[in-house]
Protein backbone atom coordinates (compact mmCIF):
# COMPACT_ATOMS: atom_id res chain seq x y z
CA UNK A 1 0.00 0.00 0.00
CA UNK A 2 1.26 3.24 -0.98
CA UNK A 3 1.36 6.72 1.43
CA UNK A 4 1.46 9.96 1.34
CA UNK A 5 2.37 12.86 3.42
CA UNK A 6 0.01 15.54 3.23
CA UNK A 7 0.13 19.16 4.40
CA UNK A 8 -2.96 20.56 5.32
CA UNK A 9 -3.19 23.91 6.40
CA UNK A 10 -1.97 24.00 9.99
CA UNK A 11 -1.14 20.16 10.05
CA UNK A 12 0.58 17.29 8.63
CA UNK A 13 -0.60 13.58 8.63
CA UNK A 14 0.14 10.34 6.84
CA UNK A 15 -2.57 8.86 4.94
CA UNK A 16 -3.00 5.94 2.69
CA UNK A 17 -2.94 6.73 -1.08
CA UNK A 18 -6.09 4.63 -3.05
CA UNK A 19 -6.08 4.32 -6.09
CA UNK A 20 -7.07 7.41 -8.27
CA UNK A 21 -10.93 6.98 -9.52
CA UNK A 22 -12.73 9.29 -12.02
CA UNK A 23 -15.25 11.63 -11.12
CA UNK A 24 -18.73 10.91 -13.00
CA UNK A 25 -18.53 12.46 -16.50
CA UNK A 26 -21.76 14.88 -17.32
CA UNK A 27 -22.68 13.01 -20.45
CA UNK A 28 -23.54 14.43 -23.43
CA UNK A 29 -27.24 12.97 -23.15
CA UNK A 30 -27.82 15.42 -19.95
CA UNK A 31 -29.68 18.53 -20.17
CA UNK A 32 -27.42 21.41 -19.64
CA UNK A 33 -27.45 24.75 -18.49
CA UNK A 34 -25.09 27.58 -19.55
CA UNK A 35 -23.89 29.77 -16.42
CA UNK A 36 -22.10 33.07 -16.83
CA UNK A 37 -19.12 33.36 -15.18
CA UNK A 38 -18.39 36.81 -13.48
CA UNK A 39 -15.01 37.47 -15.54
CA UNK A 40 -17.60 37.11 -19.08
CA UNK A 41 -16.67 33.20 -19.69
CA UNK A 42 -19.74 31.04 -19.30
CA UNK A 43 -19.75 27.19 -17.90
CA UNK A 44 -22.05 24.55 -19.00
CA UNK A 45 -23.46 22.53 -16.51
CA UNK A 46 -25.50 19.94 -16.01
CA UNK A 47 -29.52 21.02 -15.55
CA UNK A 48 -31.23 20.00 -12.59
CA UNK A 49 -34.85 20.87 -11.60
CA UNK A 50 -35.69 21.78 -7.73
CA UNK A 51 -36.71 18.39 -6.88
CA UNK A 52 -33.44 16.82 -8.11
CA UNK A 53 -31.77 19.85 -5.53
CA UNK A 54 -33.88 18.70 -2.42
CA UNK A 55 -30.80 16.77 -1.04
CA UNK A 56 -29.41 20.16 -0.34
CA UNK A 57 -27.45 21.27 -3.57
CA UNK A 58 -29.52 24.17 -3.74
CA UNK A 59 -28.55 25.37 -0.69
CA UNK A 60 -24.51 24.88 -1.77
CA UNK A 61 -25.59 26.79 -5.27
CA UNK A 62 -26.97 29.37 -2.95
CA UNK A 63 -23.74 30.07 -0.94
CA UNK A 64 -21.32 30.17 -4.12
CA UNK A 65 -23.72 32.88 -5.49
CA UNK A 66 -24.34 34.70 -2.34
CA UNK A 67 -19.96 34.46 -1.83
CA UNK A 68 -19.90 35.57 -5.28
CA UNK A 69 -22.14 38.65 -4.03
CA UNK A 70 -20.59 39.43 -0.96
CA UNK A 71 -16.82 39.65 -2.61
CA UNK A 72 -16.58 43.26 -2.92
CA UNK A 73 -12.72 43.52 -4.66
CA UNK A 74 -12.87 40.95 -8.08
CA UNK A 75 -9.65 39.11 -6.45
CA UNK A 76 -9.55 36.30 -4.78
CA UNK A 77 -8.63 36.85 -1.07
CA UNK A 78 -4.50 36.93 -1.17
CA UNK A 79 -4.82 34.02 -4.06
CA UNK A 80 -6.80 31.16 -1.40
CA UNK A 81 -7.09 28.61 -3.96
CA UNK A 82 -3.70 28.55 -5.64
CA UNK A 83 -2.44 28.74 -1.60
CA UNK A 84 -4.69 26.09 -0.39
CA UNK A 85 -4.06 24.21 -3.33
CA UNK A 86 -0.47 23.99 -2.79
CA UNK A 87 -0.82 21.75 0.22
CA UNK A 88 -2.98 19.18 -1.17
CA UNK A 89 -0.63 18.85 -4.78
CA UNK A 90 2.49 18.14 -2.10
CA UNK A 91 1.24 14.99 -2.04
CA UNK A 92 4.26 12.65 -2.60
CA UNK A 93 4.63 8.73 -2.74
CA UNK A 94 7.13 7.71 0.32
CA UNK A 95 6.94 3.98 -0.82
CA UNK A 96 4.52 1.06 -1.86
CA UNK A 97 4.25 -2.64 -0.95
CA UNK A 98 2.81 -5.57 -3.76
CA UNK A 99 -0.79 -5.79 -5.04
CA UNK A 100 -0.69 -9.40 -2.86
CA UNK A 101 0.27 -7.47 0.69
CA UNK A 102 -2.55 -4.94 -0.30
CA UNK A 103 -5.03 -8.04 -1.17
CA UNK A 104 -3.75 -10.50 1.50
CA UNK A 105 -6.39 -9.66 3.51
CA UNK A 106 -9.44 -7.82 2.50
CA UNK A 107 -11.40 -7.89 5.98
CA UNK A 108 -8.11 -5.31 6.98
CA UNK A 109 -8.52 -2.70 3.72
CA UNK A 110 -8.56 0.98 5.20
CA UNK A 111 -11.66 3.02 4.93
CA UNK A 112 -9.09 5.70 2.76
CA UNK A 113 -9.00 3.17 -0.01
CA UNK A 114 -12.84 4.28 -0.80
CA UNK A 115 -11.50 8.00 -0.73
CA UNK A 116 -11.57 9.72 -4.15
CA UNK A 117 -8.79 11.69 -4.23
CA UNK A 118 -9.45 12.70 -8.05
CA UNK A 119 -12.56 14.25 -6.80
CA UNK A 120 -10.82 16.31 -3.88
CA UNK A 121 -8.15 17.57 -5.67
CA UNK A 122 -10.48 19.01 -8.17
CA UNK A 123 -12.18 20.72 -5.20
CA UNK A 124 -9.08 21.82 -3.91
CA UNK A 125 -8.31 23.50 -7.76
CA UNK A 126 -11.37 25.00 -8.15
CA UNK A 127 -14.10 24.66 -5.28
CA UNK A 128 -16.53 27.46 -6.68
CA UNK A 129 -16.57 25.70 -9.93
CA UNK A 130 -16.79 22.53 -9.18
CA UNK A 131 -19.97 23.04 -6.78
CA UNK A 132 -21.62 25.04 -9.54
CA UNK A 133 -21.08 21.90 -12.42
CA UNK A 134 -21.78 19.21 -9.68
CA UNK A 135 -23.46 19.89 -6.94
CA UNK A 136 -25.53 16.85 -6.36
CA UNK A 137 -21.72 15.06 -6.27
CA UNK A 138 -20.78 17.14 -4.14
CA UNK A 139 -23.43 16.90 -1.54
CA UNK A 140 -23.21 12.93 -1.74
CA UNK A 141 -19.33 13.19 -1.18
CA UNK A 142 -20.35 16.04 1.68
CA UNK A 143 -22.54 12.98 3.30
CA UNK A 144 -19.44 10.45 3.47
CA UNK A 145 -17.17 13.33 4.62
CA UNK A 146 -14.30 15.31 3.69
CA UNK A 147 -10.76 12.97 4.55
CA UNK A 148 -9.42 14.10 7.78
CA UNK A 149 -6.05 15.50 6.48
CA UNK A 150 -7.80 17.82 4.23
CA UNK A 151 -10.72 19.00 5.76
CA UNK A 152 -9.12 22.15 7.16
CA UNK A 153 -8.09 23.10 3.88
CA UNK A 154 -11.89 22.18 2.47
CA UNK A 155 -13.53 24.41 5.12
CA UNK A 156 -11.21 27.32 4.50
CA UNK A 157 -12.11 27.02 0.68
CA UNK A 158 -15.98 26.54 1.26
CA UNK A 159 -15.79 29.59 3.16
CA UNK A 160 -13.43 31.74 2.05
CA UNK A 161 -11.61 32.21 5.40
CA UNK A 162 -7.87 32.46 4.27
CA UNK A 163 -7.02 36.03 4.57
CA UNK A 164 -3.30 37.21 5.56
CA UNK A 165 -4.77 40.36 6.53
CA UNK A 166 -7.47 38.60 9.15
CA UNK A 167 -4.47 36.77 10.38
CA UNK A 168 -2.35 40.50 11.33
CA UNK A 169 -5.46 41.48 12.97
CA UNK A 170 -5.50 38.29 14.89
CA UNK A 171 -1.79 38.88 16.06
CA UNK A 172 -2.59 42.09 16.89
CA UNK A 173 -5.76 41.43 18.98
CA UNK A 174 -3.64 39.26 20.77
CA UNK A 175 -2.15 41.54 22.57
CA UNK A 176 -5.30 43.97 23.80
CA UNK A 177 -6.98 43.08 27.01
CA UNK A 178 -10.46 41.59 26.70
CA UNK A 179 -13.49 42.48 29.56
CA UNK A 180 -14.69 38.70 29.20
CA UNK A 181 -11.51 37.32 29.90
CA UNK A 182 -12.04 36.21 33.00
CA UNK A 183 -15.34 34.02 31.76
CA UNK A 184 -13.98 33.02 28.93
CA UNK A 185 -11.13 31.34 31.34
CA UNK A 186 -13.59 29.34 33.67
CA UNK A 187 -15.77 28.41 30.90
CA UNK A 188 -12.63 26.36 29.16
CA UNK A 189 -12.55 23.27 31.61
CA UNK A 190 -16.37 22.42 30.71
CA UNK A 191 -16.79 23.50 27.02
CA UNK A 192 -14.80 19.96 26.03
CA UNK A 193 -13.73 18.33 29.46
CA UNK A 194 -13.19 14.96 27.52
CA UNK A 195 -11.46 15.39 24.72
CA UNK A 196 -7.48 15.34 25.56
CA UNK A 197 -6.42 17.83 23.34
CA UNK A 198 -8.71 20.44 25.46
CA UNK A 199 -8.89 18.52 28.63
CA UNK A 200 -5.62 19.62 30.28
CA UNK A 201 -6.02 23.58 32.07
CA UNK A 202 -3.03 26.04 31.03
CA UNK A 203 -2.53 23.02 27.75
CA UNK A 204 -2.04 24.21 24.46
CA UNK A 205 -5.55 23.17 23.74
CA UNK A 206 -6.96 25.59 25.68
CA UNK A 207 -4.53 27.71 25.27
CA UNK A 208 -5.34 28.18 21.95
CA UNK A 209 -8.83 28.30 22.61
CA UNK A 210 -8.53 30.90 25.01
CA UNK A 211 -6.06 32.91 22.09
CA UNK A 212 -9.31 32.49 19.75
CA UNK A 213 -11.90 33.27 21.36
CA UNK A 214 -10.31 36.57 23.38
CA UNK A 215 -9.50 37.88 20.09
CA UNK A 216 -13.08 37.40 18.29
CA UNK A 217 -14.24 39.19 21.78
CA UNK A 218 -12.51 41.99 21.16
CA UNK A 219 -12.50 42.20 17.31
CA UNK A 220 -16.58 42.27 17.71
CA UNK A 221 -17.46 43.91 20.90
CA UNK A 222 -21.28 44.22 20.37
CA UNK A 223 -21.28 40.07 20.22
CA UNK A 224 -17.75 39.69 22.75
CA UNK A 225 -18.18 36.15 24.29
CA UNK A 226 -21.02 33.90 24.65
CA UNK A 227 -20.22 30.08 25.58
CA UNK A 228 -22.21 28.76 22.08
CA UNK A 229 -18.77 30.22 20.40
CA UNK A 230 -16.13 28.06 22.13
CA UNK A 231 -18.16 24.88 20.89
CA UNK A 232 -17.71 26.09 17.24
CA UNK A 233 -14.27 27.49 17.95
CA UNK A 234 -12.82 24.11 19.11
CA UNK A 235 -13.46 21.77 16.28
CA UNK A 236 -12.12 24.52 13.78
CA UNK A 237 -9.17 24.74 15.92
CA UNK A 238 -8.92 20.75 15.86
CA UNK A 239 -8.07 21.35 12.00
CA UNK A 240 -6.03 24.33 11.43
CA UNK A 241 -3.80 26.40 13.24
CA UNK A 242 -5.04 29.18 15.60
CA UNK A 243 -4.83 32.56 12.96
CA UNK A 244 -6.68 30.49 10.70
CA UNK A 245 -9.46 29.46 13.10
CA UNK A 246 -9.77 33.20 13.95
CA UNK A 247 -10.67 33.99 10.12
CA UNK A 248 -12.88 31.16 9.81
CA UNK A 249 -14.80 32.27 12.80
CA UNK A 250 -14.95 35.58 11.41
CA UNK A 251 -16.40 34.57 8.41
CA UNK A 252 -18.81 31.92 9.79
CA UNK A 253 -20.00 34.78 11.88
CA UNK A 254 -20.54 37.09 8.90
CA UNK A 255 -21.34 35.42 5.97
CA UNK A 256 -22.68 32.52 7.49
CA UNK A 257 -25.19 34.19 9.72
CA UNK A 258 -24.08 32.36 13.32
CA UNK A 259 -23.49 36.11 14.66
CA UNK A 260 -27.29 36.71 14.95
CA UNK A 261 -27.48 33.87 17.29
CA UNK A 262 -25.17 35.41 19.67
CA UNK A 263 -25.74 39.48 19.81
CA UNK A 264 -27.70 40.40 23.36
CA UNK A 265 -31.05 40.67 21.48
CA UNK A 266 -30.44 37.39 19.59
CA UNK A 267 -32.51 38.50 16.81
CA UNK A 268 -30.84 35.52 14.42
CA UNK A 269 -31.37 32.81 17.04
CA UNK A 270 -34.98 34.19 17.29
CA UNK A 271 -35.64 33.88 13.91
CA UNK A 272 -34.24 29.99 13.59
CA UNK A 273 -36.35 28.88 16.78
CA UNK A 274 -39.43 30.84 14.35
CA UNK A 275 -38.59 28.69 11.24
CA UNK A 276 -37.86 25.23 13.18
CA UNK A 277 -41.04 25.84 15.03
CA UNK A 278 -43.29 26.23 12.07
CA UNK A 279 -41.05 23.59 10.03
CA UNK A 280 -41.74 21.11 13.02
CA UNK A 281 -45.65 21.41 13.10
CA UNK A 282 -45.23 21.18 9.57
CA UNK A 283 -42.83 17.83 9.12
CA UNK A 284 -44.06 16.30 12.47
CA UNK A 285 -47.52 17.82 13.58
CA UNK A 286 -47.93 14.82 16.15
CA UNK A 287 -44.59 15.37 17.53
CA UNK A 288 -45.30 19.21 17.55
CA UNK A 289 -48.63 18.93 19.62
CA UNK A 290 -47.12 16.76 22.09
CA UNK A 291 -44.42 19.26 23.05
CA UNK A 292 -47.21 21.65 23.06
CA UNK A 293 -49.40 19.75 25.72
CA UNK A 294 -45.89 19.50 27.59
CA UNK A 295 -45.64 23.34 27.39
CA UNK A 296 -42.06 22.25 25.62
CA UNK A 297 -40.58 25.42 23.48
CA UNK A 298 -38.24 25.14 20.81
CA UNK A 299 -36.05 27.71 23.30
CA UNK A 300 -35.74 25.00 26.35
CA UNK A 301 -33.79 22.17 23.70
CA UNK A 302 -33.05 23.54 20.78
CA UNK A 303 -31.29 26.71 21.14
CA UNK A 304 -28.61 25.01 22.03
CA UNK A 305 -28.41 23.16 18.73
CA UNK A 306 -27.69 26.29 16.79
CA UNK A 307 -25.77 27.72 19.11
CA UNK A 308 -23.12 25.32 19.39
CA UNK A 309 -23.99 23.11 16.38
CA UNK A 310 -24.62 19.46 18.49
CA UNK A 311 -20.78 19.76 20.23
CA UNK A 312 -21.96 20.07 23.09
CA UNK A 313 -23.41 16.58 23.08
CA UNK A 314 -22.28 14.69 19.79
CA UNK A 315 -18.74 13.60 19.82
CA UNK A 316 -16.21 15.96 17.65
CA UNK A 317 -16.02 13.39 14.76
CA UNK A 318 -19.77 13.76 14.14
CA UNK A 319 -19.41 17.77 14.86
CA UNK A 320 -16.92 17.80 12.36
CA UNK A 321 -19.21 16.02 9.38
CA UNK A 322 -21.82 18.47 10.65
CA UNK A 323 -19.54 21.10 9.66
CA UNK A 324 -18.71 19.84 6.22
CA UNK A 325 -22.35 20.23 5.48
CA UNK A 326 -22.68 23.24 7.09
CA UNK A 327 -19.40 24.89 5.38
CA UNK A 328 -21.44 24.24 1.71
CA UNK A 329 -24.76 25.04 2.46
CA UNK A 330 -25.11 27.18 5.28
CA UNK A 331 -26.56 27.51 8.59
CA UNK A 332 -29.77 26.33 7.26
CA UNK A 333 -28.24 22.40 7.09
CA UNK A 334 -28.92 22.39 11.49
CA UNK A 335 -32.40 21.85 10.53
CA UNK A 336 -31.64 18.77 8.37
CA UNK A 337 -29.89 17.48 11.12
CA UNK A 338 -32.40 18.48 13.99
CA UNK A 339 -35.66 17.18 12.18
CA UNK A 340 -33.60 13.74 11.11
CA UNK A 341 -32.93 13.10 15.23
CA UNK A 342 -36.26 14.25 15.87
CA UNK A 343 -38.14 11.51 13.34
CA UNK A 344 -35.25 8.71 14.28
CA UNK A 345 -36.79 9.38 18.00
CA UNK A 346 -40.17 10.19 17.15
CA UNK A 347 -41.65 7.26 18.44
CA UNK A 348 -39.71 7.28 22.15
CA UNK A 349 -40.57 11.10 22.51
CA UNK A 350 -44.41 10.64 21.63
CA UNK A 351 -43.72 8.07 25.04
CA UNK A 352 -42.52 10.31 26.80
CA UNK A 353 -45.10 12.11 29.05
CA UNK A 354 -43.42 14.06 31.89
CA UNK A 355 -41.68 17.41 30.86
CA UNK A 356 -38.67 17.10 32.47
CA UNK A 357 -38.30 13.54 31.29
CA UNK A 358 -38.85 15.31 27.34
CA UNK A 359 -36.40 17.58 28.08
CA UNK A 360 -33.75 15.96 29.12
CA UNK A 361 -33.83 12.96 26.25
CA UNK A 362 -33.92 16.09 23.98
CA UNK A 363 -30.55 17.61 25.86
CA UNK A 364 -29.01 14.74 26.01
CA UNK A 365 -30.24 11.04 24.72
CA UNK A 366 -31.63 12.51 21.71
CA UNK A 367 -28.21 11.88 20.06
CA UNK A 368 -27.50 8.47 21.71
CA UNK A 369 -28.69 6.80 18.01
CA UNK A 370 -26.65 7.45 15.88
CA UNK A 371 -23.21 7.76 17.66
CA UNK A 372 -22.04 5.14 16.76
CA UNK A 373 -23.34 5.13 13.28
CA UNK A 374 -22.81 8.68 11.65
CA UNK A 375 -23.34 7.44 8.24
CA UNK A 376 -26.79 7.05 9.11
CA UNK A 377 -27.46 10.77 10.33
CA UNK A 378 -25.68 12.28 7.37
CA UNK A 379 -28.17 9.85 4.92
CA UNK A 380 -31.55 10.72 7.63
CA UNK A 381 -30.71 14.44 7.51
CA UNK A 382 -30.03 14.32 3.72
CA UNK A 383 -33.65 12.84 3.23
CA UNK A 384 -35.05 15.95 4.85
CA UNK A 385 -36.14 17.91 2.12
CA UNK A 386 -37.06 21.21 3.05
CA UNK A 387 -36.59 23.99 0.23
CA UNK A 388 -34.61 27.25 0.38
CA UNK A 389 -37.71 29.06 -0.85
CA UNK A 390 -39.72 27.66 1.94
CA UNK A 391 -36.76 29.18 4.62
CA UNK A 392 -37.34 32.47 3.02
CA UNK A 393 -40.92 32.57 3.22
CA UNK A 394 -40.87 32.36 6.83
CA UNK A 395 -37.94 34.53 6.94
CA UNK A 396 -40.22 37.16 5.74
CA UNK A 397 -43.38 36.14 7.83
CA UNK A 398 -40.61 36.04 10.91
CA UNK A 399 -39.48 39.73 9.85
CA UNK A 400 -43.46 41.06 9.74
CA UNK A 401 -44.01 39.65 12.99
CA UNK A 402 -41.59 41.26 14.39
CA UNK A 403 -42.27 44.64 12.62
CA UNK A 404 -46.03 44.65 14.12
CA UNK A 405 -45.12 43.14 17.86
CA UNK A 406 -41.64 44.61 18.61
CA UNK A 407 -40.56 47.07 15.50
CA UNK A 408 -37.87 49.09 17.80
CA UNK A 409 -36.25 45.79 17.48
CA UNK A 410 -35.72 45.97 13.85
CA UNK A 411 -35.08 49.27 14.00
CA UNK A 412 -32.27 49.20 16.74
CA UNK A 413 -31.02 46.29 14.77
CA UNK A 414 -30.87 47.75 11.63
CA UNK A 415 -29.56 51.00 13.39
CA UNK A 416 -26.39 48.34 15.45
CA UNK A 417 -25.59 46.73 11.82
CA UNK A 418 -25.20 50.70 10.38
CA UNK A 419 -22.98 51.42 13.48
CA UNK A 420 -20.81 48.34 12.54
CA UNK A 421 -20.53 49.51 9.63
CA UNK A 422 -19.69 52.81 10.18
CA UNK A 423 -17.55 51.23 13.22
CA UNK A 424 -15.95 49.20 10.59
CA UNK A 425 -15.04 51.80 7.70
CA UNK A 426 -13.70 54.28 10.92
CA UNK A 427 -11.75 51.09 11.54
CA UNK A 428 -10.11 50.99 8.12
CA UNK A 429 -10.08 54.87 7.54
CA UNK A 430 -7.99 54.90 11.07
CA UNK A 431 -5.90 51.74 9.70
CA UNK A 432 -5.38 53.66 6.68
CA UNK A 433 -4.47 56.79 8.30
CA UNK A 434 -1.90 54.98 10.45
CA UNK A 435 -0.23 53.89 6.90
CA UNK A 436 -0.41 57.47 5.47
CA UNK A 437 0.88 58.60 8.56
CA UNK A 438 3.64 56.20 8.59
CA UNK A 439 4.37 56.67 5.25
CA UNK A 440 4.65 60.77 5.93
CA UNK A 441 6.92 60.31 8.95
CA UNK A 442 9.47 58.26 6.35
CA UNK A 443 9.04 60.80 4.03
CA UNK A 444 9.87 63.89 6.17
CA UNK A 445 12.87 61.72 7.31
CA UNK A 446 13.99 61.27 3.94
CA UNK A 447 13.39 64.59 2.79
CA UNK A 448 15.75 65.70 5.82
CA UNK A 449 18.09 63.20 5.01
CA UNK A 450 18.25 64.70 1.53
CA UNK A 451 18.13 68.28 2.82
CA UNK A 452 21.71 66.92 4.93
CA UNK A 453 22.88 65.66 2.27
CA UNK A 454 22.35 68.71 0.11
CA UNK A 455 24.08 71.08 2.36
CA UNK A 456 27.24 68.64 2.61
CA UNK A 457 27.19 69.03 -1.24
CA UNK A 458 26.95 72.84 -1.26
CA UNK A 459 29.72 72.98 0.77
CA UNK A 460 32.30 70.84 -0.88
CA UNK A 461 31.22 72.10 -3.94
CA UNK A 462 32.34 75.94 -2.17
CA UNK A 463 35.55 74.15 -0.94
CA UNK A 464 36.28 72.62 -4.36
CA UNK A 465 35.71 76.12 -5.99
CA UNK A 466 37.90 77.96 -3.42
CA UNK A 467 40.49 75.24 -4.29
CA UNK A 468 40.15 76.16 -7.77
CA UNK A 469 40.49 79.38 -7.52
CA UNK A 470 43.32 79.46 -5.81
CA UNK A 471 45.16 77.05 -8.43
CA UNK A 472 43.88 79.19 -10.82
CA UNK A 473 45.76 82.24 -8.97
CA UNK A 474 48.82 80.04 -8.40
CA UNK A 475 49.07 79.08 -11.83
CA UNK A 476 49.05 82.62 -12.99
CA UNK A 477 51.42 83.87 -10.54
CA UNK A 478 53.91 80.84 -11.74
CA UNK A 479 52.69 81.38 -15.56
CA UNK A 480 54.25 85.22 -15.60
CA UNK A 481 56.82 84.00 -13.44
CA UNK A 482 57.83 81.07 -16.11
CA UNK A 483 57.05 84.11 -19.27
CA UNK A 484 59.77 86.83 -17.18
CA UNK A 485 62.79 83.32 -16.75
CA UNK A 486 62.29 82.63 -19.99
CA UNK A 487 62.54 86.41 -21.25
CA UNK A 488 65.59 86.87 -19.38
CA UNK A 489 67.10 83.62 -20.15
CA UNK A 490 66.06 84.27 -23.90
CA UNK A 491 67.64 88.07 -23.63
CA UNK A 492 70.69 86.67 -21.71
CA UNK A 493 71.49 84.14 -24.79
CA UNK A 494 71.01 86.62 -26.99
CA UNK A 495 73.62 88.69 -25.60
CA UNK A 496 75.68 85.55 -25.52
CA UNK A 497 75.32 85.22 -29.08
CA UNK A 498 76.11 88.51 -29.78
CA UNK A 499 79.58 88.09 -28.34
CA UNK A 500 80.52 84.62 -29.73
CA UNK A 501 79.41 86.27 -33.35
CA UNK A 502 81.66 89.25 -32.51
CA UNK A 503 84.23 87.02 -30.97
CA UNK A 504 84.43 84.33 -34.20
CA UNK A 505 84.38 87.70 -36.57
CA UNK A 506 87.38 88.70 -34.63
CA UNK A 507 89.00 85.49 -35.03
CA UNK A 508 87.88 85.15 -38.92
CA UNK A 509 89.76 88.44 -39.24
CA UNK A 510 92.96 87.63 -37.23
CA UNK A 511 92.84 84.20 -39.65
CA UNK A 512 91.92 85.92 -42.81
CA UNK A 513 95.59 88.05 -42.40
CA UNK A 514 97.61 85.28 -40.76
CA UNK A 515 96.73 83.24 -44.20
CA UNK A 516 98.06 86.70 -46.15
CA UNK A 517 101.05 86.76 -44.22
CA UNK A 518 101.76 82.65 -44.73
CA UNK A 519 101.10 83.93 -48.29
CA UNK A 520 103.59 86.15 -48.37
CA UNK A 521 105.88 84.60 -46.97
CA UNK A 522 106.54 81.67 -49.45
CA UNK A 523 106.30 84.01 -51.98
CA UNK A 524 109.28 85.41 -50.54
CA UNK A 525 111.06 82.27 -50.52
CA UNK A 526 110.05 81.31 -53.53
CA UNK A 527 111.66 84.42 -55.14
CA UNK A 528 114.86 83.94 -53.07
CA UNK A 529 115.46 80.72 -54.39
CA UNK A 530 115.67 81.64 -57.61
Known amino acids: MSFLVTESIGKYSSVPTPPRSPTTP ?22 TSADDLDDGSDFILARIEASQKETVSPQKPLGITGYLASGFNKFARLGSTSKKDQTEDDSHSDPADDIDWDFWGKIINNYDDMARRQPKLLTKKLQMGIPDSIRGTVWQLMCKGKSEEMEATYRALLTRPSSHEKVIQRDLARTFPKHP ?4 AGGPGQESLMNVIKAYSVYDTEVGYCQGIAFVTGPLLLNMPDEEAFCVLVNLMKEYHFRGLYTPNMVGLQLRLYQFERLLAEMFPAVSKHFEANDIKPTMYASQW ?4 FAYRFPLEIVFRILDTIFAQGLESIFRFSFALLKKNQAHLLSLTDMQALLDFLKNGLFDVYVDNVNALMQDAAAVHISKSKFDRLAAEHEMQLARTNPELLSGDAL ?13 CEEQYEVLNKEHIELVKEHIEMRTVKERVEMKVEEHEITVEGLKSVLSSERKEAEEQVKDEMERLAHKNFALTTRNEELQDRLDRVEVLLHLEATVKTLRGN
Do not use: C, Q
Open 26 to 47: MTSSEPTTVIFNADGSSTAVAS
Open 197 to 200: HFAD
Open 306 to 309: FMTV
Open 416 to 428: RAENRRLTAALKK
